[in-house]
């Protein structure tokens, strides 16, 4: 059964509008949620992380937003660049555990010119 | 360099035959994770190591895979008698302890005949 889900597999967007990520997960125990971007053949580049005891955090075009009642999460990247486009993945942590992810799916992002 | 750094990058061998995957974090990093990543898939947790404590194995998938660190610092890991369900990316994490963020290699993409 999958913890962390990101339903949508890819999302198009204009470059300069705003594109939003998300992700649902289950697991009422989670602490700690993190969204990486992945270009083909690298690794995952860590981009924002949020803790449970907050709802928002901001860095720069990258907002996450987390509504615990409603187990979501969601990235916003505004404006949006071609060069944002990327794999994104949703991750997630237990609390008290040793501190590994849980990973959703992945959401190909495609920002074009 | 100052990244997670992966050996080898890519890694074809016949079903049935050992491999050994080698991961160097980043210097000073407490903490190291492997993961891999099957094809359409997010990533699946194989194991951690945090110091000089027993290393969490909960992710195995069977006890062909096996890991160690040594000194503290370089991993490897270890998939015995491959399977072709063992192809996928097996990428390496570090970080400074738990409640830091995980930094990614490149990762390994191995592929079983």
């Known amino acids: 059964d999958q913890q962390v889900k990101q339903n949508s597999p890819s999302l198009s967007v204009q470059e300069g509008r705003i594109s939003i990520l998300n992700c649902d997960y289950t697991?009422?125990?989670?602490?700690?949620f993190l969204w990486y971007k992945k270009y083909p053949a690298e690794g995952p580049t860590f981009l924002i992380s949020i803790s449970s005891i907050k709802d928002k955090n901001e860095d720069g075009r990258f907002t996450v937003f987390l509504n615990k009642s409603a187990k979501h999460l969601s990235l916003h990247i505004v404006p949006s660049q071609p060069g944002d486009s990327a794999v994104y993945f949703c991750?997630?942590?237990?609390?008290?555990?040793?501190?590994?992810?849980?990973f959703g799916k992945g959401t190909k992002l495609s920002v074009k010119p | 360099g100052a990244g997670v750094s992966q050996s080898p990058s890519n890694k074809v061998t016949e079903k049935g035959k050992d491999v050994e995957l080698r991961c160097d974090p980043i210097s000073g990093h407490t903490a190291l994770y492997w993961y891999r990543q099957s094809l359409g898939q997010g990533l699946e947790f194989l194991i951690y190591?945090?110091?000089?404590?027993?290393?969490?194995k909960s992710g195995l998938p069977s006890d062909r895979f096996s890991a160690e660190r040594t000194g503290g610092s370089v991993s490897t890991l270890t998939i015995q008698r491959t399977q072709q369900e063992d192809s996928a990316v097996y990428l390496c994490a570090s970080s400074k302890d738990r409640d830091q963020p995980q930094h990614f290699g490149d990762g390994t993409r191995l592929s079983i005949l």
């Open positions: 697991n009422s125990m989670f602490d700690y």
């Open positions: 991750a997630a942590r237990i609390g008290g555990s040793q501190g590994n992810l849980i």
């Open positions: 190591f945090q110091g000089n404590s027993a290393p969490d």
